[in-house]
Structure formats: structure tokens, C-alpha cells
């Protein structure tokens, strides 16, 4: 395999999966400093998607807290805006470790929907 070179001087394949590795704040960090396009790539595709679940998961749990005073609709939401905060949770801890392996694995994978945006900014 061929080793393409990289800004930071490390293996495109580490840097690869060091772009997912801190959710969004490390797709930030190489994707201001990296030149690497394959890099850059992943990088971006880490920030529209965990930022994008990040937003999701705040406003979920902050529209529960809400809605948590009101006395009969508090039950019914705080059980329902839960439990679709700790499934947001479960989809966003699975497609972290989906996303490292497959950097690690295949340097060209794209999230199918995300994908589309990623081309936007790189």
C-alpha cells in the first residue's frame, strides 16, 4: 500500500481514524491544519456528522427539561424524549466505532447521505 504524504507527518491511515476518534473536535482540528484530501475527507464527514447528532441529542434533552415542568405532559414526554435521547446516544456511539473501523479499513468510505455535503467543503 501506498503511503501518501501528510501535513502533520503522520500515517494517513492514523490520521484517518484520528479524525473520527474525538467525535467532531478532532475532524475540526485536522481539517484546519491537514492539506491531505483523503484526510480532509474524513475529517469533514466526522463534523457534519457528529455535530449534526450532537445538535440533535442537545436539543432533545434541553426540549425535555422544558417540558418536564409541565405536570401531565412532563410524564408523558420526559419517558418519550428519553428514550429517544439515550437511542440517539446508542446511534451515535455505533457510528463512531463503524466510522473508525472503516477509516481504518477502506481510505474511500462515504456515508451515504453525508457524503453529498462532504463534497461541499472539500
Partial sequence: ??????????????????????FCFSG????IFEKNRNVR???VQSMLTFGTLFVVMFV??????IL??????????????GLLFHILEILTISLWLWLMFMALVRPDYRLPFVGKWVRIFV
Fill in 41 to 43: 475527507w474524513h475529517a
Fill in 1 to 22: 500500500m501506498i503511503q501518501r504524504a501528510t501535513t502533520l507527518g503522520l500515517s494517513e491511515r492514523f490520521e484517518r481514524v484520528l479524525a473520527y476518534m474525538f
Fill in 60 to 65: 432533545v434533552n434541553t426540549l425535555k427539561d
Fill in 28 to 31: 475540526v482540528v485536522l481539517f
Fill in 68 to 81: 418536564r415542568i409541565i405536570p401531565l405532559l412532563g410524564i408523558l414526554t420526559t419517558f418519550g424524549l
